[in-house]
């Protein structure tokens, strides 16, 4: 799978267990994903986070969050 199809595919579910996690509207939970750290190495090739699962990268998020 390329990185576009993976991404289509990870950051909705992504956003949805940030949204579900805090409790905030779906649009809020994308918009704190691409402005989080985790949200900027994802769209970063080069961290090769497209390859990692959608729980991998939501515990990334939350790691963050909660520092």
Not at 17 to 46: H, P, Q
Request: proline residues 1%; charged residues 25%.
């Amino acid at each position: 799978m390329d990185r576009a199809t993976t991404g289509a595919i990870i950051v909705p579910e992504t956003v949805n267990l940030i949204s579900k996690k805090y409790r905030i509207s779906e649009m809020e939970a994308l918009d704190k994903f691409y402005t989080s750290a985790a949200g900027a190495c994802f769209a970063d090739d080069e961290m090769g986070l497209y390859g990692q699962s959608a729980l991998y990268i939501f515990g990334l998020f939350c790691a963050e969050a909660e520092r």
